[in-house]
């Protein structure tokens, strides 16, 4: 909390002529006896594009401050012309109140100021070298921008926290990254399985072109054999069992085990286009 609160500030001349000095009536709160003097200063921005022509018009301190409302004028001289560039003197321009205790800036008030010519001739046609007996200051105090900020007083208590103060449930709610990162890494083995089911099942299919393109020499010794199967069944008939049983023993030399452990038949039976396997997926001293 802090010990000094800015109740209130009245501009008192505006608006004026750009050479006037500014005058304030300043209204804040004291909660409690200060050490210190408060410390106000007024600057005036020179430039909106570079800190350098910015100016400080005045400083005061104020003090020893009593608890309770305090009132008091701050007056401050005109900028200085020299330190403004020409290009900016005309338009708007803002000047910072700021109010500070032991080297500690809490509070601070900013106005929009416009420079302007005050005859109608000036303001149609402006000459190139500002006329500054027809500039006329206008502070836009009903629109005052404040800021406030924690420092420490007279008293340790009253530093503001360094850190954030903790918060133990924090450690308790999962961490949306770490879940994050389980959908990829599951995402990422679906995958793997999936590019591993696809290899199979090409190597399946080129195992299927070769037996295939075996297909017609097993026919063609099949064909021999049947050959000569004929021509013993004309030398001799008896031998007709025989012969059948070695056919079929044949037969059994040409399967062959598949990777799922399965037997697969090859020439005719892949010829006649028999699947070979199965795809996976207030009041003060003024000094």
Same mark, same amino acid.
């Given at each position: ?22 005058e304030?009536?300043?209204?804040f709160?004291?909660l ?15 430039s ?27 007056e ?5 012309l ?7 003197i ?8 700021t ?35 027809h500039v006329?200051?206008?502070i836009?105090a009903?629109?005052?921008?404040v800021?406030?900020?924690?420092i420490?007083?007279d ?27 389980? $959908? &990829?890494? %599951?995402? =990422? /083995?679906?995958?793997i399985? +999936? ?6 099942? *090409? !190597? ?12 017609p ?6 064909d021999d ?16 069992? $025989? &012969?059948? %049983?070695? =056919? /079929?023993?044949?037969?059994? +030399?040409?399967m062959?085990?598949?990777?799922? *452990? !399965?037997?697969?038949p ?8 028999q ?12 000094h």
């Open positions: 909390m802090s010990v000094v609160s800015l109740l209130g500030v009245k501009v008192l001349n505006n608006p004026a002529k750009f050479g006037d000095k500014y304030f009536e300043i209204t709160e004291c409690e006896q200060l050490q210190k003097d408060l410390e106000w200063k007024l600057t005036y921005v020179g909106a594009t570079s800190s350098e022509h910015d100016q400080e018009l005045d400083s005061l301190l104020v003090g020893p401050i009593p608890v309770g409302v305090n009132k008091f004028i701050f401050a001289d005109a900028p200085d020299k330190r403004i560039p020409t290009s900016e005309l338009g708007v321009t803002v000047i910072l109140l109010c500070s205790y032991d080297g500690r800036e809490f509070v601070r008030v900013g106005y929009y100021v416009n420079n302007e010519y005050d005859t109608e001739e000036l303001v149609a046609e402006p000459p190139a070298k500002p006329v500054m007996d006329r200051r206008n836009l009903e629109k005052p921008r800021t406030r900020f924690a420490k007083w008293s340790e208590d009253s530093a503001p926290a360094e850190f954030p103060p903790e918060q133990p449930e924090a450690d308790i709610i999962d961490d949306d990254g770490t879940a994050y990162g389980a $959908e &990829e890494v %599951e995402l =990422e /083995e679906a995958l399985k +999936e590019e591993a089911a696809l290899a199979a099942e *090409g !190597e399946d299919m080129e195992m299927a072109g070769a037996e295939d393109t075996a297909g020499a097993v026919a063609a010794e099949d054999d049947s050959d000569a199967g004929s021509e013993d069944l004309e030398a001799e008939s008896s031998g007709s069992d $025989e &012969e059948i %049983e070695e =056919e /079929e023993g044949d037969g059994d +030399e040409d062959e085990m598949g990777e799922d *452990g !399965e037997a697969k090859t020439g005719a039976s892949a010829q006649n286009g699947p070979i396997g199965e795809p996976p997926h207030g009041e003060v001293m003024v």
